[in-house]
């Protein structure tokens, strides 16, 4: 038998195509020929590829804000030692006001005279004109003292001028007894004045008197 030339060609191509067709049945029926992929993010299964995800939980937008709070470098102590310095520095202030208006109080004088002499501890010779002739006077004083000894001045004082300061002590008493002496020239002719002190400089009593000239009395 003979076999034409032009059917070899349609041959070989038929025998491709048959054996070609027979590999592809063979891949289809065969189960275990599923292709394996690994996938960088998800669950691997033969052949079918699940992409895993968890699940998302929801934001809580139950936020509790806070105020901010700034520290001035002092605790609630300092505040507290603060206000009782404060509270203790105006008790402190209180006494001392209370003592000046004490002291003003506290030195009363009941008597005062101006006198030639002092006799068994009474004024002699009282008078407020004295002439020029006496050698010397005295201021008598009766002073009541409620409080401790303290200071006082006699200061004698010839036409507005101080001429003698004279300081002693007087005790805590009902009725102190003091008395001061001064030196009268027969110059001194004029207006004199003793002005009662206390250790602060305060006036408690003054008493005036005058020294007349003897030669014109007559």
Known sequence: MKIPRG????????L???ITNKNKNEIQENP???LTTTPTSGQVIKGIIKPTSKPINPINNSIKLKHLQFDSGRTAKDFTQLQDAVQIEQKE??????????EKTI?????????KAVDNRKPIGSDVFFSNKVDSLYCYTRIQNTGKKQE???????????MTQI?????K????????????????????RVDIQDSNGNIIGSKTFEITDASIDH
């Open 167 to 171: 300081r002693y002590n007087v005790k």
């Open 32 to 34: 275990n020929n599923f």
């Open 107 to 115: 030195l009363l004088v009941r008597n005062i005279q101006i006198c």
């Open 7 to 14: 059917a070899i060609p349609l041959g070989l191509v038929y």
């Open 16 to 18: 491709i195509f048959i």
């Open 173 to 192: 008493s009902n009725i102190y007894r003091s008395w001061s002496k001064k030196t009268i020239y027969s110059t001194q002719v004029g207006h004199w």
């Open 93 to 102: 202030k209180t006494p001392k006001t209370d003592q000046k208006n004490d």
């Open 152 to 162: 006082v001045r006699h200061n004698w004082y010839f036409e507005n001028v101080l």
